[in-house]
Every structure is written in structure tokens, then in C-alpha cells.
């Protein structure tokens, strides 16, 4: 399964929590199919000092203001990985390639919300799909998050601070952690099919 939003408003927030403060490590992946690519579309949002989103079809990081290499297109899945190293250093990732290696920017130093497609509530909804959402509190590898590509279950247990698989209706909101994380839900949200990746350990091969 994965969730559907039209960029008309739908998002989802977690209330400001503590441990994406300066310094602090993270790794953030999700399965996106956008509908459309064009405009800003975001995927995570924290303050107004990072963020990661697509700017029209390139994956862009805020901040700083960084469009990727690659080149994206509508109605194809994508696993998106953000990882922040340090205070000022993060590496992002499309389909387990590294995509960006930034060495400023991004410091944040206050308690601050986690909204999920958009900008702040304010803008930059996107229109697509998304499923099999992992965040964790430590900066994890290439190659772990390669094989986290290959199934929608957690592969590494440790560390993992929120778990939205995105089923199916009222169970959207819900952290599979065991963390307790619940979303808000804004606006208007639906399902559809997801990713074709496995919720076992056999491996799905990009093409």
C-alpha cells in the first residue's frame, strides 16, 4: 500500500521534538512516486533549516538551496534517502546512489515540529505517492540503506525512531516503531498501490 496526496493541502505532522537538534544525526527514506514534477513538492520539513523536496524534476535540499544531478520522472518510483552526518554535513540518495554531499548548511538548534509533505502547513504540497517511511537516529551507510531498498520492513532495528508503513485508511497515522510517534493527518488523503518491493527478505531489482 502506499498513501496518496494531490497537493492540495494534505500533510502530516509529528510535534516538535528534540533530537534533530545541532549536531544531531538522522536518516530519513521513503518510497515517492510523484504524479507530476514540477514546482516545489516536499517531502520533509523541519524549521526552516532543512528540508528535502523536489524542485521541479531534481531532488532539492534546504538548506542549502541544492538541486541534484538526476533527473526524476512522473509515475516512477523512487526510494529517497536524506542522511545528516553532523551539524553541517549531510548525503542524500536516489535508488542507493548518493545524490548530494553537503558540507554546510542545515544547523538547527531548537526543538522543532516534523511536518511530511509540505512547507512548513503553508505550501509545497505533492501530488503522488508515498509508502514505507523509516527514520532513525543515527547516520546510517550506503549500504545499509541499499539493502533497506530491497524490503518495506525495518532491516535495522536500533536506532529506528518512527516506522510509518502507510496502510490502508485509519492505520495511516500510526508509528510501527513501537515509539508511539502518531501523526496529525491534514487534509484530504486516500490509497493506492504501492512500491513493488518486498515486505520479506527477498531482494527487488531496479531495472
Not at 63 to 87: C, E, F, K, M, Q
Not at 194 to 199: A, D, L, Q
Request: glycine residues 8%; contains cysteine; negative net charge.
Amino acid at each position: 500500500m502506499a498513501l496518496r496526496v494531490d497537493g492540495s493541502g494534505s500533510d502530516y505532522l509529528y510535534p516538535a521534538s528534540s533530537w534533530w537538534t545541532t549536531g544531531t544525526s538522522y536518516t530519513y527514506m521513503v518510497w515517492a512516486r510523484w504524479n507530476t514534477v514540477s514546482g516545489y513538492q516536499n517531502l520533509y520539513y523541519i524549521n526552516g533549516n532543512h528540508a528535502l523536496q523536489l524542485n521541479g524534476t531534481k531532488l532539492n535540499t534546504w538548506s542549502p538551496d541544492t538541486d541534484g544531478a538526476t533527473t526524476l520522472s512522473a509515475n516512477t518510483w523512487y526510494h529517497i534517502a536524506a542522511v545528516r552526518v553532523s551539524a553541517t554535513s549531510w548525503v542524500t540518495y536516489i535508488n542507493g546512489v548518493q545524490e548530494h554531499n553537503i558540507s554546510s548548511g542545515l544547523v538547527n538548534d531548537v526543538a522543532s515540529n516534523l511536518t511530511l509533505f509540505s512547507w512548513d502547513r503553508s505550501s509545497d504540497w505533492p501530488n503522488g505517492r508515498f509508502a514505507h517511511c523509516l527514520i532513525y537516529t543515527v547516520a546510517l551507510t550506503q549500504a545499509e540503506i541499499v539493502q533497506q531498498m530491497q524490503r518495506a520492513t525495518p532491516v535495522r532495528t536500533a536506532d529506528l525512531w518512527a516506522w510509518y508503513p502507510w496502510l490502508s485508511g485509519g492505520t495511516r497515522t500510526l508509528d510501527y516503531s513501537g515509539n508511539a510517534r502518531t501523526l496529525t493527518e491534514t487534509g484530504t488523503v486516500t490509497d493506492e498501490d504501492g512500491p513493488p518491493v518486498s515486505w520479506g527478505g527477498a531482494a527487488w531489482l531496479l531495472p
